[in-house]
Each structure stands twice: as structure tokens, then as C-alpha cells.
């Protein structure tokens, strides 16, 4: 059976909320993008955010928290779709701020696709990518290349570095 472990909302222009599953002996298993044009409502997790810990749910619209529901304590509107969360841990994602990602040029060695979504699997939410790849990213079409393979490849919310160079600064 799986089971929701890890949840993530993208900024991205099309909503997602992404839900990293993994099976009974904690393997990862997929992501699993769905549109959250509709209200969701994780039920029961123990949430975990500002240093403390308690058992309750949160709402979600359109990507967004709108509400976290302290112990039994009821949504204000019906939501379109329950996800049950008894027994696991809804935690804040992490943001890693300076990552080294192999596209475009060495992907032999990695992807953003690949890369996205192993740090998902890790609870990471949002990462910024550093400008060596090959060619390195110093020039505005070389950013605009990577902006588009993110949008299309990445599962997680990004950004990226742009190289200082003799010629471009």
C-alpha cells in the first residue's frame, strides 16, 4: 500500500501539488502530479513547522495552504478530495540554495528531470542551480534555455545562477 510521505507545492504557471509516494518499507516509489484546481484537505498527519509538532490537517486551493486545522477541528468549506496522512509526518520542504545539476551539456551524468526528482524524494522543494554546466550559463540565451528545460522537466520549484565573466559583467 502506499502512502503519502512528503508533500510540495509548485510555484510553477501550471498548479500541481506533488505527492512523493513510497511503499510500505519506505522505497521511493513516483511522484504523482495532480491539479489542484480543487480544495484538498491531508488528513491527520502530525505537522511538524515554527518548532512544533501536533496532530490536525491542512487545506489546500488551488496550490495554496489556506487553512491548518489544529487537532479535530474541521474545514470552513467542503473539500473536494481527502488524502489520509494517519500516523506520518507533514514537515516543511527544504530549500537547497546551491545545487550542481548537469544540463544542459553533461547529461550523461544527470538531468533536471533526474535531479528534481531525486531531491523530492530528499523533501526538497526548491532549488537554485549554479552556472557550470557546459556551455556555462553567462549569457542571457543560455539562462532562458535552462529557464525552459525546468519548466518542463523539473518537479520541483527552480532557479538559477547566472555566471560572472570578464565579458558579460
Keep these: 500500500a502506499e502512502r503519502v510521505k512528503r508533500r510540495r507545492i509548485s510555484n510553477n504557471a501550471t498548479r500541481y ?5 513510497y511503499d510500505k518499507a519506505h522505497q521511493f516509489i513516483h511522484n504523482i502530479k495532480i491539479r489542484t484546481a480543487m480544495r484538498i484537505l491531508i ?3 502530525i505537522i511538524v513547522n ?3 509538532q501536533f496532530q490536525g490537517s491542512i487545506v489546500v486551493n488551488n496550490g495554496k495552504i489556506v487553512e491548518i486545522l489544529r487537532g479535530d477541528e474541521l474545514p470552513h468549506t467542503e473539500c473536494d478530495r481527502i488524502v489520509e496522512a494517519s500516523g506520518l509526518y507533514l514537515i516543511p520542504g527544504v ?3 546551491h545545487v550542481h545539476f548537469r544540463e544542459p551539456g553533461l547529461t550523461e551524468k544527470a ?3 533526474t535531479e528534481s526528482r531525486a531531491a523530492a524524494a530528499g523533501g526538497v522543494t526548491s532549488y537554485m542551480e549554479m552556472p557550470n554546466t557546459n556551455p556555462q550559463t553567462t549569457t542571457i540565451e543560455a539562462l532562458k534555455e535552462k529557464y525552459a528545460i525546468a519548466a518542463n522537466d523539473s518537479i520541483i520549484n527552480y532557479s538559477f545562477f547566472f555566471g560572472a565573466t ?4
Design 17 to 21: 501539488l506533488t505527492y512523493v509516494r
Design 43 to 45: 488528513s491527520d498527519p
Design 50 to 52: 515554527n518548532g512544533e
Design 95 to 97: 530549500i537547497d540554495d
Design 111 to 113: 538531468t533536471i528531470a
Design 166 to 169: 570578464n565579458r558579460n559583467v
